[in-house]
């Protein structure tokens, strides 16, 4: 038997791994296709919100035909029909502390498409906790933010920004508004990194991207571990991650 060329040990990698979507909204339905597009076999898609009118603009996998709909139902069949190939398991149920184990167990990686800061502190913190690599993405109007966390090694969402604001303060992107082309960009690229995170190694560790959807231009911000971060600072990286990252 011919052992496979180097070419093709990361697509083989991809499709034995698999993904947790958090987040069947523009995130995650932009990652979600990219995903199963690239040669995705297996991915979870976690959401307890239903399809309405107002979200068609950006949530590319759902129609209209799908209103009232759970969100994670409409897109695993848009993804069967685009992507007969892929394996997409739904949970319709909001990730929390309660269930976050058992969603997470058996994920190669975790790729955080919710919307609300203190749900994304939530995810971070819960992520990083069990020891799961995590791509982060946020969105509203023209301006989105991406970073990776890799529990152990790299700096998390809370060594960056420490705590969510007041309720209320800052508003979503469902009350500001977002730019569709946006959420399309940042999920696809949160697609492109969990693709690295499963086959070659994170990109956007210790590193927020940023992206002016107005201007098109990306910035790259280095980031440290915060070693007072409540979430991370007693966080033993695994033996293969601390290797891999030098």
């Not at 979200?55 to 007969?84: F, I, T, Y």
């Not at 058996?106 to 995590?134: E, Q, R, S």
């Amino acid at each position: 038997m011919t052992p496979p060329s180097p070419a093709g040990e990361p697509i083989a990698r991809l499709a034995e791994a698999s993904v947790l979507v958090i987040g069947a909204g523009a995130l995650g339905c932009a990652a979600a296709d990219a995903l199963g597009a690239a040669g995705a076999r297996r991915l979870t898609l976690v959401d307890d919100d239903r399809v309405e009118r107002s979200n068609l603009h950006r949530q590319l996998l759902h129609r209209a035909r799908d209103l009232g709909r759970p969100k994670v139902a409409s897109a695993r069949d848009a993804l069967a029909a685009r992507h007969p190939a892929l394996a997409t398991a739904i949970a319709p149920v909001r990730f929390a502390a309660d269930n976050a184990a058992a969603l997470v167990r058996g994920h190669a990686c975790v790729i955080d498409a919710t919307d609300g800061l203190a749900t994304k502190f939530l995810v971070n913190d819960l992520a990083v906790g069990l020891g799961a690599p995590l791509v982060h993405a946020g969105i509203v109007r023209f301006q989105g933010q991406l970073m990776t966390i890799l529990p152990g090694v790299s700096a998390c969402y809370r060594c960056l920004f420490g705590a969510p604001p007041p309720e209320g303060s800052v508003p979503s992107c469902q009350e500001a508004g977002v730019l569709g082309s946006l959420a399309g960009t940042i999920g696809m690229l949160q697609a492109a990194e969990a693709i690295r995170i499963v086959t070659t190694g994170a990109l956007l560790a210790d590193r927020l991207l940023t992206y002016d959807g107005l201007t098109g231009r990306f910035r790259h911000v280095k980031l440290r571990r915060n070693p007072a971060c409540p979430t991370c600072r007693h966080v033993v990286a695994p033996v293969a991650a601390r290797a891999s990252n030098g």
